[in-house]
Each structure stands twice: as C-alpha cells, then as structure tokens.
C-alpha cells in the first residue's frame, strides 16, 4: 500500500533552536519526494522537491535530506524563527503518467519564543 | 492572478444539501487537481484534470461527488446530498504540465473549509 508516515505527529521548540523531521514512505514507483509547508488556513508550499538520484536538498534555512535505499527522509529546519510554526508535510510523487501525490498527515510544529 | 484561488472560503450547509466549490488555476497550468484534507488526516487525491482530456477521477469518494472544468480553465467541484462526513477543506491544485518529473510542481490554492451539520 502507498503511505507516507511522518514523525513526531506535533513538536515544540524554543526560537533559535534546531529540529528535524522525519518521513517514511512505501510508495512506488517512486518519482520524486518534496516537503511542504502549510500555515493554518492556507495551502500547502513547496520547501523543496528531490528526485531519487538527490540525497540532499536545501532552500535557507530548510535542508531535506533523503535515503531512497531506506526510503527515509528529514527535513532540518536551523535557527527556527516563530514563522516556522506550520504544519509540515512529506508528499512523495508516484511515477504514474501524472504525479499522483501521496500526503503523510504532517508534523505540526510550534516555535515558542 | 498571481496564484490559485478558491470560493468560497468557507461554506456551512445542511445535511442533504448540494454545493459547489470553485477553483480558479494559475493562467497557463493546463493541469488541476482537486483534494480533501480532512481533520487529522493527510490530503487525499480527489481527481486530476489535464487539458482537453478525460479526467482521472480514481479518487472521487461516491458517486455523490462530480467536478468539471471548463474551457480548460476554471474549475468545479459539486457535492450532492451533503453527509456529515464530507466536513473537510478541499483543496485546489494546477501545475504547469501534469507529466510526472520534479519541475512540475503543484500550486495550492487556500482551500474551502465546508462544514456539514
């Protein structure tokens, strides 16, 4: 079955600090995997989008990193800022003819000043 | 307009009610996606539309739900007779091209919020 799991399910951190989050998926074919960020009452935006040949991805202060072997990702955000407090989801995209996206549920992170 | 936009931004109806849901694309995306994000659950595929041809509406939950787009622009998602469990922000999506590959990245709209009492 296509899922996506995320961890933690919710997080606090301090502004300043650093935290990552994690991504598991069994999803295939396997196209690529992206993270996004959704502040409540908005859509969902991209942070970044990595193909299977990519271990590695950073927009500022977001770095996506992803093992297709162990089909495991993270997302590390540095320096968090209280702007960082969303919702963060792992989407990977099935290589089916069109990019049929499957959603983990999201780690939803406060930043507390 | 610049990005994806959505009406209305909240919508509460009936039980047994039909409603319609607008999704307005980025000029241009010949590709539309609608999807469901219920409470504490991730977003589910609803169904995907690419130019001119036949939508893909493997994901659409019950014969209760149907979208169109039109002109290959705008489009609609229907509901009839409303069930509670339809409560949920439905999303809209369009990218430049719907072929798989990572440049074709997804635009979300900011979704409707319908609640079913």
């Known amino acids: 079955k296509n899922q996506v799991e995320q961890s933690p399910q919710s997080l606090i951190i301090l502004e300043g600090k650093n935290c990552t989050l994690q991504c598991n998926y069994t999803v295939s074919p396997f196209s690529n995997l992206r993270w996004y960020k959704q502040d409540t009452g908005r859509g969902p935006v991209s942070l970044t989008i990595?193909?299977?040949?990519?271990n590695t991805k950073s927009n500022g202060r977001y770095t996506a990193t992803l093992d297709a072997d162990t089909k495991q990702s993270s997302l590390h955000i540095t320096a968090s800022q209280l702007s960082d407090s969303a919702s963060y989801i792992c989407?990977?995209?099935?290589?089916?003819?069109?990019?049929?996206?499957?959603f983990g549920t999201g780690t939803r992170l406060l930043v507390s000043p | 307009g610049a990005g994806v936009s959505q009406s209305p931004s909240n919508k509460v109806t009936e039980k047994g009610k039909d409603v319609e849901l607008r999704c307005d694309p980025i000029s241009g995306h010949t590709a539309l996606y609608w999807y469901r994000q219920s409470l504490g659950q991730g977003l589910e595929f609803l169904i995907y539309?690419?130019?001119?041809?036949?939508?893909?509406k493997s994901g659409l939950p019950s014969d209760r739900f149907s979208a169109e787009r039109t002109g290959g622009s705008v489009s609609t998602l229907t509901i009839q007779r409303t069930q509670q469990e339809d409560s949920a922000v439905y999303l809209c999506?369009?990218?430049?091209?719907?072929?798989?590959?990572?440049?074709?990245?997804?635009?979300f709209g900011p979704g409707t919020r319908l609640t079913v009492l």
């Open positions: 999506a369009s990218s430049l091209v719907g072929s798989g590959g990572s440049s074709n990245e997804q635009f």
């Open positions: 539309f690419q130019g001119n041809s036949a939508p893909d």
């Open positions: 990595m193909t299977f040949s990519e």
């Open positions: 989407v990977v995209s099935r290589n089916t003819g069109f990019q049929k996206l499957v």
